[in-house]
């Protein structure tokens, strides 16, 4: 059995450690060392992506780990056109975070880098489990290094903010685990031994009640809903942002909202297609508000990364969106939006993280002219702004027009044509509170509300991991095939074995 | 066949932007000789490929050369990459791609000042020209779509590119910052229109690509008309976003803000003509539904109207020029929705006539446009400013631009032989025929737009020609008492260039303009046209119309015979106050936009403070401060705690017995 | 014969009155001592239900219990002992005894 | 073959084998003390002592070795529960020596009280009888009165030990009470004929007072809601290994008695589906709701870490009571798999608590500022125990609550949702506790000390933690460690 897959986990895990154990006089070369290990990371993945170890289908691993006279939980990765993408973003994200804060000089330099590959190593886990067991606990190992994250490195109100971040979303995957329990009993017959492997409990759920399917969906998509975030439960989201580094903002935003709607499609959708399709009108209306109230949200913010946090809410929305059409093109466009986005919205909080440390202040009503300024900066911000706003051309457009479109097969099946009000307002508000921040910090006349000597342009490092993600949403709004082509892997599969 | 090599032509400009945006700097004009060669390319590739193509048996047939490669998936639909080359396409990408290369090469001069700002400006108008080029040769909507943003992203940079750190202060920055934003978001309005539009096409025809969707389209059409005219008119919100239609026609007045170069662009050769050509383009579909294109004309009449209505007493120079656009942009819907009408009644000839005199108006508005916002340029640029009340007398100082803008306030009046007589004429001709061969209920309606373009052709003459004798005759006043004379060579070459084309543009109709112009192969004789113009004695009135309106311009700014102010109670009148509030169109949109945009996110924020995230903080607190009160039970008391211990004794009886009866066990 | 019910009823208010007392003398020694009485109700209990039932178990049990009851006494006497030396008091709601709570 | 070892040297009287060496070490402790003069020699002879005992029951327990002596039964849950407590005991011995707190000159006496109350537990666990049980916890409660009482120079232990004294015997006399009704009405105290008993026979008032008398009395000794209000104050009050010995020993030995008596009482009844049974469970289950949020809730407010603590191991207990609502063999393994892991972690915390006290850094939780500073060890470990408290995978406390909620979701093949409230809540409060054990974290991590002084521990206690911390991970990643014992033992539950 090849080990490739738990290579993934294992080497952003030693590189974790190394780092942590880097501290004192060797703490100054901790940065290497997590660059180093995240881009043999990203190297693995990346050749995996291009089937260089060949079928994704041969690389699964599975071991049992617990096996008790109730259950078996294994240790059992696999990857398949869904993760993939995902599995890729990840080490990408953390290797460019890891170039990105090369400049920053900050205590404890080795524990952040440690942190940065201890989330690594979380995120690759949820995004290649196969087995619910280890699939919680990769989902839950991502909480607390974010959680220091955000206490030690972050802004003022980090207390507050990291405490609330990590009981909100701990409470949510706790509602989950009993989804997950549920499930896996429901899954058997009475006195049965419960295999917490994804293919096992997919097996066996089938067969059950669709009242009972539809009340364990329930739990599970309560779980992964606040992960994502969606209205309501959202409030996490805005102020782990604010606080969070920019380091930690990115991935937050860029990779572990994405653990939430990876989670309702690989389990809520995957295992439970009859229950997803009962709670169908509720998904939809659910998604709907996220992105309406996230883009009214975003107008009203005067912090920028709280704008931004607020504008990845409605654009989880969409991923939402596309999830609830349960249609081939829902779905395949849903995953793609959450590549798209996780692009995207990296570069958006280092932007916006950014003019933190190089202005001194996010707050938008002190900014204005930057762009005289800080020319190249300005234009980061102004790419990073239009992909997000759906400019066709970038990779943006590609995870809300096909979005749309599905819905709108959707409505039309339902005979509710007006629901397409609802995206044709939250496409304007989109560009519009955009191209008003964008007016206020960019343009017009140079602030004097606070001092611009000391203000710079971005670093060597920062251009080059700003250019590297511009590249790529450039590439992928040219070319969305190259994400497609795994998507569409998937969704076939999906509509093989009769999910949508 | 070099027709395969279609895709170079908005490839070269895209390649042209990427070199100036990385090594323009480097180059000598920051990249300007850059984006001339490429325009230049491009117009020659455009030139060889038109010449193939109306040599071809495809052009004689009437059909188009297409071809496409699969781009991706959207669930069972698939999207395409491609051209699609036809006459109307020939046309479009001829003129832009011809005026956009004068344009650069006249930027040259008027932007020669601009230093490093100047690699920008490069970069941004080759990407411009990319999105304009790209569109018209799109074999498919999506991927008119997506160049259609493109050019949206690109006004917004454009109309911006002095919205920081403004020559003339930070007011000026502001406002064109301001300017590129509203640009930016009402033409997305419309866009977002279209691609709702979009949405229901692809759904309803399972395609995007032109040919399959002209080929399918009646039985699409018959099949579900409710949706059909839904698609239809969403498709025209992005016309009207676009080509600045009434009631979305605010942002092009201030799209001023920008560069006059770029508003020449805007203008003349790309941006306002998308609308209108995807209005052709689409006209297969348009034409399937009389009442959408009722619907289309009316907008067009109405927005001809009021845009010229705000022209007549607008000071700044620019503005006049961008609501004479917009006025011209109303014929040349107009005409589109009154052919298409007639179409779609069955009136085949005369249908091909609107479809071609709102085409034909379309290019030689774009000659002539360029023409005069390059002179009115050359003008801003002599005198530093663009408030006309500062102007005058300049002929003496700028020899050519004052004749050459002459031609072009000629052509645009619709003066005979010049190229706007021509086309206007025709557009009101096919007003005309409408109203003649119309259904019952919506004849009138024709008859009142006839009108409306009849008064608009008045006022057009009348307030070009009061800008152009402001600016140049007369005494001269401040600034133009300090102009430097003549501009340089870079940009009067292209204004004579032009001021040929203002001329004689008209007159293509007689050389084969109209085959290639033809709608579904219905080619209408040129030539028999051109003269029944001087059979008809409408056209008569529309000429002495305006030279009725040369006339008032002439004795109220040159002769100073007529006051001004008589007719206006010296700016007191409600109509001028409401012409110089801009109809309160401006009010009203940053009345919704505040109300409907940032008055509903401030409430949504309040909301999401205080009861969203009030009741997260709510219970957190609930349960510290439970913590608090419950560990106060805890005095330190032994026998409290007793007393505790006994109590919980009873109140577990107490529950043991409950729980039995609601159990069922007694 | 007497009843059992009898034997069950004293011992029943043997035991409250030393859960009363308990809870209402503040002296600790008398709350030992009640609580001696509360073990003895329990132990009367026993011995009436072995007697009743004819059965040795209760027996036994009482003879366990009365030695426990001795040992917690003595404990709980030394205990005291040690907190009058440090504390000088033997009142259980003296605040000196009363020093740690919250 | 070790087993045969033993079974050839105590012969019938193997079951007691683990508890002869505990009473050897009762009884000569305080000989030792005398003639050893050194107090290490006393430590190093009741170490010894306590080995070998662990030892032996290790060995019976991994042997599978069954036996009844006396109606002293010996089996894997008997010896499992005995290695428990044999862990617990060990931990503390092996800190007493090096604690400022632990009495040095009454060491003898000290440590022969630690084995007697240790002998009671493992009495506890063996016993299949009222009586024998209520012996065995009486041995135990006494003598932990004593040793809170044993610090014998601090004011505080000493009102902690009027305190817990006066309490327990109140307490014993409600478990004597109760235990006499059941008596009376069943007419037997094995737990066998009780079941039988509750089984066959309606719910009848007597039954009911002596059921309460019992779950009050044994309740206080687990400090379930509302008998819990003695756990803070003597935790706070008595030495810290002596408040790590009653919150992971004593506790425990607390809940072995609701397994044994409660649980082997009912589960045939509570299986059966009978009203009696079903309301049981429910006293139970509200109970297990009350502890854990009643513990959890006022933990918030605690400034000082040992009360913190204290009201932590009060919602842990909560935790486990869920096992006697849900009342399934899962449950149970679950619920002493979850004993297991809580000796480790939250003596662990104890211990930290314990050894920093020896360094001279107090029990509030603001004296903890900065100690990742001044101890990235000490740090990391409370962080891990702390964690693990919480329930974050993948620490051991994560696994054990995993199957502890697993059970109260329901079993394999039916989730049919009666408990599934009582998970729910219990989710909340781990939320709600993972407030505390955050701020917790925070002082340490976050704030910013007054010094960042280095703090130097004895080498003893970081063993000690060291061991704990092995297994708060271990468990956590492969809990079949332990968990196939826990789930054999509940074969030997009737």
Redesign the interface.
């Known amino acids: 059995m090849s080990m490739i897959l738990s290579s993934l986990i294992l080497v952003p895990l030693i590189g974790a450690i190394i780092a942590l154990f880097m501290g004192g006089s060797r703490e100054a070369y901790s940065k290497y060392v997590a660059i180093g290990f995240s881009a043999i990371t990203l190297i693995i993945a990346t050749l995996l992506m291009l089937g260089i170890f060949g079928d994704f289908a041969d690389l699964g691993e599975s071991f049992v780990w617990i096996d008790t006279s109730a259950f078996i939980m294994n240790y059992a990765l696999s990857v398949d056109g869904l993760s993939i993408l995902m599995v890729f973003l990840t080490a990408l994200l953390c290797l460019l975070v890891n170039v990105f804060s090369l400049d920053e000089h900050r205590e404890n330099n080795n524990y952040f880098y440690a942190l940065i590959m201890a989330m690594e190593v979380g995120l690759m886990g949820v995004y290649m489990a196969a087995d619910y067991f280890l699939f919680y606990i990769m989902w839950e190992v991502t909480l607390i290094p974010m959680y220091f994250m955000i206490s030690w490195y972050g802004g003022p109100r980090r207390h507050y903010s990291a405490i609330k971040f990590f009981i909100y979303t701990h409470v949510a995957s706790l509602v989950m685990l009993i989804g997950i329990f549920a499930m896996g009993y429901e899954s058997v017959a009475a006195g049965g031994v419960v295999d917490f492997s994804f293919e096992a409990i997919k097996n066996g759920i089938g067969a059950v009640a669709v009242e009972t399917q539809s009340l364990i969906f329930a739990l599970l998509f309560f779980g992964f809903m606040v992960k994502m975030p969606s209205v309501p439960f959202h409030t996490w989201l805005p102020d782990a942002h604010t606080e969070a580094p920019t380091e930690g903002s990115v991935l937050l935003a860029g990779v572990m909202l994405k653990m939430g709607s990876y989670g309702i499609i690989r389990i809520c959708i995957e295992a439970l297609p009859e229950a997803a399709a009962y709670w169908q009108w509720v998904i939809i209306a659910i998604a709907l508000v996220s992105i309406i109230y996230g883009a009214y949200g975003c107008i009203a913010q005067t912090d920028l990364k709280k704008m931004v946090a607020f504008s990845s809410i409605s654009h989880m929305g969409m991923v939402m969106l596309g999830i609830g059409c349960l249609s081939d093109a829902g779905i395949t466009f849903a995953v793609f939006q959450m590549f798209a986005h996780g692009l995207i919205t990296a570069m958006l909080f280092m932007v916006c993280g950014m003019t933190g440390h190089k202005v001194g202040t996010r707050e938008i009503p002190l900014l204005g002219g930057l762009a005289g300024k800080m020319p190249i900066y300005a234009t980061f911000m102004m790419i990073a702004f239009m992909a997000s706003l759906g400019l066709p051309g970038l990779v943006g457009f590609w995870g809300e027009f096909p979005v749309i479109m599905a819905f709108y097969e959707f409505i039309l099946d339902n005979d509710v044509i007006w629901m397409l009000l609802f995206c044709m307002l939250s496409l304007m508000l989109t560009a519009g509170y955009y191209l008003w921040a964008m007016q206020r910090t960019l343009f017009g006349p140079e602030t004097k509300k606070i001092d611009l000597s000391k203000a710079h342009d971005v670093g060597h490092y920062e251009f080059a991991v700003l250019l590297v993600l511009a590249i790529l949403v450039a590439l992928f709004g040219v070319w969305p095939d190259g994400a497609l082509q795994f998507i569409d892997d998937y969704v076939d599969l999906l509509a093989f074995t009769g999910v949508i | 066949m070099i027709a395969e090599f279609t895709w170079l032509i908005p490839f070269i400009p895209m390649m042209c932007f990427l070199m100036i945006g990385i090594f323009g700097r480097k180059t000598p004009e920051k990249g300007g000789y850059i984006a001339i060669a490429g325009a230049l390319l491009s117009f020659l590739i455009a030139l060889a490929i038109s010449i193939e193509y109306l040599g071809s048996d495809e052009f004689a047939n009437g059909i188009a050369i297409e071809s496409s490669i699969r781009w991706f998936e959207i669930g069972d639909y698939t999207l395409n990459l491609g051209y699609y080359v036809d006459g109307l396409t020939c046309v479009m990408m001829l003129f832009s791609s011809f005026i956009s290369t004068l344009i650069f090469i006249y930027s040259i001069g008027y932007m020669h000042d601009q230093g490093e700002r100047k690699n920008r400006y490069y970069a941004e108008v080759s990407l411009f020209l990319t999105g304009m080029l790209g569109l018209i040769v799109s074999s498919n909507f999506l991927e008119l779509f997506i160049f259609w943003e493109v050019m949206g992203l690109c006004s917004y940079l454009l109309i911006g590119f002095w919205s920081f750190r403004h020559d003339n202060g930070d007011e000026a920055s502001a406002n064109a910052a301001s300017a590129a934003k509203k640009a930016f978001l009402v033409t997305r309005m419309g866009d977002v229109c279209l691609m709702g539009g979009l949405f229901i096409f692809l759904n309803l025809f399972h395609s995007l690509d032109y040919s399959a969707m002209f080929e399918s389209v009646e039985a699409v059409a018959a099949a579900n008309p409710g949706l059909f005219t839904l698609a239809l008119c969403l498709m025209f919100g992005g016309v009207i976003g676009k080509s600045a239609q009434f009631p979305l026609h605010d942002w092009l007045p201030d799209a001023m803000a920008g560069p006059t170069t770029v508003s020449s662009l805007i203008h003349a050769a790309t941006m306002v003509k998308a609308g209108v050509y995807l209005v052709a383009r689409g006209f297969p579909l348009y034409v399937q539904d009389v009442n959408v294109m009722l619907f289309v004309a009316i907008i067009g009449g109405i927005t001809a109207f009021i845009a010229a209505t705000m022209a007549l007493n607008n000071m700044n120079i620019k503005k006049v020029l961008a609501y004479s656009t917009i006025s011209q942009l109303g014929y040349m819907i107009l005409s589109l929705g009154a052919g298409g009408y007639l179409w779609a009644l069955g009136y085949e000839e005369l249908g091909a006539l609107g479809f071609f005199a709102g085409c034909f108006h379309m290019m030689n508005h774009a000659f002539f446009k360029a023409l005069l916002f390059m002179g009115s340029g050359s003008v801003i640029h002599g005198c530093g400013t663009e408030d006309m009340r500062l102007m005058g007398g300049l002929f003496k100082k700028m020899k050519i631009t004052a004749t050459t803008m002459l031609f072009g306030c000629l052509a645009i009046a619709g003066i005979p032989i010049f190229s706007g007589f021509w086309s206007k004429d025709l557009v009101i001709d096919t007003a005309m025929n409408a109203f003649n061969n119309g259904a019952d209920g919506a004849a009138i309606w024709f008859l009142i737009l006839w009108l409306l373009a009849v008064i608009t052709a008045f006022m057009t003459a009348f307030y070009m020609f009061r800008m152009w004798f402001m600016t140049f005759m007369g005494e001269p006043r401040e600034n133009a008492q300090h102009c430097h004379g003549e501009s340089p060579k870079t940009m009067t070459t292209p204004l004579i260039i032009l001021a040929g084309f203002a001329l004689v543009s008209g007159l293509f109709m007689f050389f084969g303009l109209t085959d290639m112009l033809a709608f579904e192969g219905e080619a209408i004789d040129g030539v028999e046209h051109g003269i029944e113009l001087f059979t008809n004695p409408f056209t008569y009135m529309t000429i002495i119309l305006a030279i009725l309106g040369i006339g008032i311009a002439y004795m109220m700014y040159v002769k100073k015979t007529m006051d001004p102010g008589k007719f206006n109670k010296n700016g007191e009148s409600w109509l001028y106050i409401a012409l110089t509030k801009r109809w309160w169109f401006p009010d009203l949109y940053n009345q919704i936009s505040w109300k409907l945009g940032y008055g509903v996110a401030k409430g949504v924020n309040y909301i999401d403070r205080q009861i969203v995230d009030g009741t997260v903080n709510g219970l957190s607190s609930a349960v510290v401060g439970g913590g608090d009160v419950m560990s106060k039970v805890q005095t330190g008391h032994v026998q409290d705690y007793s007393s505790v211990v006994l109590f919980g004794v009873s109140v577990l009886s107490v529950l043991i017995l409950v729980t039995f009866a609601l159990l069922g066990g007694f | 014969m007497i009843p059992m019910e009898y034997f069950?009823i004293l011992?029943a208010i043997l035991?409250v009155i030393?859960?009363y007392g308990?809870?209402?003398k503040?002296n600790?020694i008398v709350?030992?001592m009640c609580?001696e009485l509360?073990?003895n109700?329990?132990?009367i209990?026993?011995v009436?239900?072995a007697a009743f039932?004819y059965?040795i178990?209760?027996q036994?049990?009482v003879i366990?219990?009365i030695s426990?009851?001795a040992?917690?006494v003595a404990?709980?006497i030394?205990?005291?002992l040690?907190?009058y030396?440090?504390?000088k008091t033997t009142e259980?709601?003296d605040a000196?005894?009363?020093?740690?709570?919250? | 073959m070790a087993a045969d070892i033993i079974s050839s040297i105590f012969g019938d009287m193997t079951p007691l084998a683990a508890m002869i060496f505990l009473l050897i070490g009762a009884l000569i402790m305080p000989a030792v003390q005398m003639f050893g003069k050194k107090h290490t020699v006393t430590w190093c002879v009741a170490l010894l002592m306590v080995i070998l005992s662990f030892v032996t029951d290790v060995i019976l327990l991994t042997n599978d070795v069954e036996a009844t002596y006396l109606g002293v039964k010996l089996n894997t849950y008997t010896t499992l529960m005995s290695m428990l407590f044999l862990i617990v005991l060990f931990l503390v011995v092996l800190v007493s020596n090096v604690s400022t707190e632990t009495t040095k000159n009454h060491a003898g006496a000290y440590y022969a009280l630690l084995f007697g109350a240790t002998l009671g537990m493992l009495f506890v666990a063996s016993s299949s009888s009222l009586l024998t049980i209520f012996v065995g916890v009486e041995l135990t409660s006494i003598s932990s009165y004593a040793l809170v009482a044993l610090k014998r120079k601090d004011g505080r232990a000493s009102e902690a030990a009027v305190k817990y004294a006066i309490i327990g015997g109140m307490s014993t006399a409600l478990t004597l009470y109760g235990i006499s009704m059941i008596y009376g009405i069943a007419g037997s105290l094995e737990i066998n004929d009780l079941a039988n008993y509750v089984t066959f026979n309606d719910f009848t008032w007597m039954f009911g007072v002596g059921l309460i008398c019992m779950i009050a009395g044994y309740g206080f000794k687990i400090a379930a809601v509302p008998f819990h209000m003695w756990a803070p104050d003597v935790y706070e009050g008595a030495a810290t290994p002596v408040s790590m010995f009653l919150a992971t020993g004593s506790k425990k030995m607390g809940l072995a008695v609701f397994i044994q008596v409660f649980m082997a009482m009912f589960i045939i009844s509570a299986t059966a589906g009978s009203i009696f049974g079903l309301t049981v469970q429910y006293i139970f289950a509200i109970i297990a709701a009350i502890t854990m949020t009643v513990g959890n809730v006022v933990a918030i407010a605690q400034p000082n870490i040992k009360r913190m603590l204290a009201y932590s191991s009060i919602a842990q207990a909560g935790y486990i009571l869920i096992i006697l609502a849900v009342m399934t063999p899962q449950a149970e393994a679950a619920g002493i798999f979850h004993m297991f892991t809580h000796v480790f972690m939250k003596g662990g915390a104890f211990l930290i608590v314990g050894g920093l006290i020896c360094a001279g850094i107090g029990e509030k939780i603001s004296d903890y500022k900065g100690l990742a500073k001044r101890s990235p060890f000490l740090a990391a470990a409370m962080m891990l125990f702390l964690f693990s408290l919480a329930g974050i995978p993948p620490l051991a406390g994560f696994t054990s609550k995993f199957f502890l909620f697993a059970s109260a979701v329901g079993t394999p093949g039916a989730a049919d949702g009666t408990w599934i409230w009582l998970a729910f809540i219990a989710i909340l409060n781990s939320a709600i506790s993972l407030y505390y054990y955050a701020r917790v974290v925070k002082a340490m991590y976050i704030e910013k000390g007054e010094t960042t002084e280095k703090i130097k521990i004895p080498t003893i206690f970081t063993v000690a933690i060291v061991v704990c911390l092995v297994f708060v991970i271990v468990l956590g990643v492969y809990p079949d460690l332990i968990f196939g014992y826990c789930e054999q033992a509940t074969e030997f539950l009737l």
Request: aromatic letters at 10%.
């Open positions: 069950l011992a035991f030393g859960a308990v809870l209402t503040s600790a709350v030992l609580i509360m073990l109700a329990a132990n209990n026993f009436t239900f039932n059965d178990a209760g036994a049990f366990m219990s426990v009851a040992a917690e404990v709980g030394a205990i005291l040690n907190a030396k440090l504390r259980l709601d000196k005894l009363t020093s740690m709570r919250w």
